[in-house]
């Protein structure tokens, strides 16, 4: 490879067409995925994830896989997945699905959509989850959240393939399309500069990971944040260099090194998520930990008991069950929460099993059967 030109095809024929398509409509500084209208976004409760066997218990695997991803995006946290009550939920991870659909696709070794030879057939499974009962698990969970709207990152690429640093633009999206994939995986949307001459000028800028003289020229896009990144050949493989910045404060800065260039492009988008979600993302308060005693009334006959109890056994805050008293129509059982009181509250409230009695009275929580 010999001059920037073969290596931007490179990356574009190995993110393939599919690639392409996604990202073809994007305007010059626009975000790589549109924004969404509302607070809260519905791309954060979504996740695709590939299926290894057709099997229903592969399937329920899937689930669980994509509520992870889920919950990752929604915290910023790349570990949020093995918190202990996350863990907890994910076997049960289709009672929070609201839609999923399976699609087939043709891809290379390596995973990106296949432009030659013999393709490798894929089957990936995609789910949206319902967004009130993934808030609630992560707020049981004692998780920060990284709510919406974010910052749409305008992304800075310099690539040196041994003759000279020459910018991406959005003309070359193909180039950063690993960027986009993974930050949609992070919930995290990127924009790109038009090329114009005097950005094409500022590529030593660039080349230099010096945030403060990019300034100007990342606010004419409306823009107050900034992902400067620089790819070379490092022996074999390939290294990316970044650093973000947000007005005048430098959030980050990391490097990455990889045989594969569009694994190096990709990490920008790691970093960059976890840098702005570890400023961004806030606490909830689900109050301490600890026992609660709750009451169960309106129950009709051993479905209503089962139904109650199975749900209470399901609840990812539930560390202990314990049944003090059985009537006829009631229960009464003791609790033990990886969350307080508000936290508990707010789980059930999300599900579709209890609701509030409207006529309770007294300090005791006291519940009822939804239809």
């Not at 066997?53 to 910023?76: D, F, I, N, P």
Request: aromatic letters at 6%.
């Amino acid at each position: 490879m010999s001059s920037f030109r073969p290596l931007v095809l490179l990356l574009a024929l190995a993110a393939g067409p599919l690639a392409a398509q996604e990202l073809a409509p994007v305007e010059s500084g626009a975000p790589l995925a549109a924004e969404a209208e509302t607070s809260r976004d519905p791309e954060l409760y979504q996740a695709e994830v590939e299926l290894i066997s057709q099997g229903a218990g592969e399937r329920k695997s899937a689930a669980a896989r994509a509520l992870g991803q889920v919950v990752t995006k929604l915290t910023g946290d790349p570990l949020a997945a093995g918190n202990p009550v996350v863990r907890r939920a994910l076997p049960n991870a289709e009672s929070f699905v609201v839609d999923s659909r399976a699609s087939d696709s043709s891809s290379d070794q390596e995973g990106n959509t296949a432009v030659g030879g013999v393709p490798v057939y894929k089957t990936t499974m995609s789910f949206a989850f319902e967004p009130g009962s993934v808030d609630a698990l992560v707020a049981g969970a004692g998780l920060k959240v990284w709510g919406s709207p974010r910052p749409r990152p305008i992304l800075w690429l310099a690539i040196d393939d041994g003759r000279g640093a020459r910018l991406v633009n959005s003309q070359q999206l193909n180039v950063v399309s690993p960027l986009a994939k993974r930050g949609l995986e992070r919930g995290l949307r990127f924009g790109m500069p038009a090329g114009s001459a005097v950005e094409q000028a500022a590529v030593q800028t660039i080349w230099a990971q010096n945030p403060e003289p990019m300034r100007a020229l990342t606010s004419r896009y409306g823009n107050d944040t900034q992902l400067l990144g620089k790819l070379y050949r490092a022996g074999n493989g390939w290294t990316a260099d970044w650093v973000l910045s947000r007005n005048e404060q430098e959030l980050s800065r990391w490097s990455f090194t990889d045989p594969s260039p569009q694994r190096a492009i990709a990490s920008g988008a790691d970093g960059a998520a976890d840098a702005i979600a570890r400023q961004d993302a806030v606490a909830i308060d689900v109050g301490e930990p600890g026992p609660l005693g709750i009451e169960i009334v309106g129950l009709r006959d051993g479905a209503d008991y089962a139904r109650a109890m199975g749900y209470l056994q399901s609840l990812a805050v539930v560390r202990e069950l314990r049944v003090l008293e059985a009537r006829p129509d009631r229960l009464q059982v003791h609790l033990e929460l990886a969350v307080g009181p508000e936290g508990f509250a707010r789980f059930v409230a999300a599900g579709d099993t209890l609701e509030l009695d409207p006529l309770a009275s007294g300090d005791a929580p006291r519940y009822q059967l939804k239809p």
